[in-house]
């Protein structure tokens, strides 16, 4: 049977708001961060939620135990309360984050260098059409 759950967390980096989307499916912890700017209201948190949640890259799946969460409400408002003391973010969250972090600096050096590379490539072509140029009416 396929399980799957998600939450959201907004929290105060400064110098802006940070939500970071957790999603927890089979057993594996996904992650996304995004930077919200000034303070969201919740209507607007709603609303990216609603548009842009499937434009997210979430962060490779690193394997996490599932808690059962009880049914009920009013255990449920505890623990959301004492989630609301606790700032930040939890640990799995940090290291799947870490890891995406890591994945998309290694695709930019690796996109920056076959750049690099192309460059030198075309400069270097110019300058032997150049030179072919240069020795043609002699």
Known sequence: MKQASGK???FFDPPFYVGVFERIENGKLTVSK?????????YEVYDFILH??????????????VKQVADNPKR?????????QNSGVGTKSQQALQL??????????QKSKEQKEAKKQRQFDL????????HRGH
């Open 8 to 10: 959201l967390t907004v």
């Open 34 to 42: 995004v930077t919200f700017g000034a303070e969201p209201k919740d």
């Open 52 to 65: 842009h949640y499937y434009e997210l890259k979430f962060s490779q799946p690193i394997s996490t135990d």
């Open 76 to 84: 449920r408002q505890r623990a959301a309360r004492k989630q609301l």
């Open 100 to 109: 995406q972090l890591e994945e998309s600096k290694t695709e930019r050096k």
């Open 127 to 134: 300058k032997q059409q150049k030179r072919k140029q240069k």
